[in-house]
């Protein structure tokens, strides 16, 4: 059965910086990309980025570009997104999502989400 | 860039309904599309893909249709466990853009 589980909670203040992972089991993770969404308190979903796995590529919305980095480690199936200079419009889940890397498709696959806080 | 637009924004609905919410792009999209389902608290759920195909275990009281720009979500008879938000989106390699949700509410 295929899963994405998420890193817990975090609480952080303005200017500092998050990274939440998302460990996938249950599927090969090659053939799969990892995206982020990110989901402010009642608001939308709005896709942040994206990588594959092997060979580590990457590609991000353009609004996050520079400020969010995406990685992943091969060797315990896990990808990771860290956020920096982190603001209070930052507060929001953050979902892991796969889509099949061998064509279009969508997102068949979510973490439970992540909540992240900024506050001073 | 594609923008997705959902309407409406939210819809009140009863039990047994049929209800159908619309989502436009600001470009031709097809088939590129995808239906999400978010309840309270979790994550969103795949319900149809490439404009019209069901996901594994969605009950056939779902569908999609559309082409070009214009594509629709159409649940034949509500059940209760179908009050959540509905999103739309577009995908593709390697963007993806979602529509901004559309609530639906018991009435």
């Known amino acids: 059965q295929v899963q994405l589980v998420q890193s817990g909670a975090e609480v952080k203040k303005p200017g500092s910086s998050v990274k939440v992972s998302c460990k996938a089991s249950g599927g090969t993770f090659s053939n799969f990309d990892i995206n982020w969404v990110r989901q402010a308190p009642g608001q939308g979903l709005e896709w942040m980025g994206r990588i594959i796995p092997i060979p580590g590529l990457t590609n991000y919305a353009q609004k996050f570009q520079g400020r969010v980095a995406i990685t992943a480690d091969k060797s315990t199936n896990t990808a990771y997104m860290e956020v920096t200079s982190l603001r209070s419009e930052d507060t929001a889940f953050y979902y892991c999502?796969?889509?099949?890397?061998?064509?279009?498709?969508?997102?068949?696959?979510w973490g439970q989400g992540t909540l992240v806080t900024v506050s001073s | 860039d594609i923008q997705m637009t959902q309407s409406p924004s939210t819809v009140s609905a009863s039990v047994g309904d049929r209800v159908t919410i619309t989502c436009r792009a600001s470009q031709s999209i097809s088939p590129w599309l995808a239906w999400y389902q978010q309840k309270p608290g979790k994550a969103p759920k795949l319900l149809i893909y490439?404009?019209?195909t069901l996901e594994s275990g969605v009950p056939s009281r779902f569908s999609g249709s559309g082409s070009g720009t214009d594509f629709t979500l159409t649940i034949s008879s509500l059940q209760p466990d179908d009050f959540a938000t509905y999103y739309c989106?577009?995908?593709?390699?390697?963007?993806?853009?979602f529509g901004q949700g559309t609530k639906l509410e018991i009435k």
């Open positions: 989106q577009h995908y593709t390699s390697s963007v993806y853009t």
């Open positions: 490439k404009t019209s």
């Open positions: 999502a796969r889509a099949s890397s061998n064509g279009w498709y969508p997102f068949d696959y």
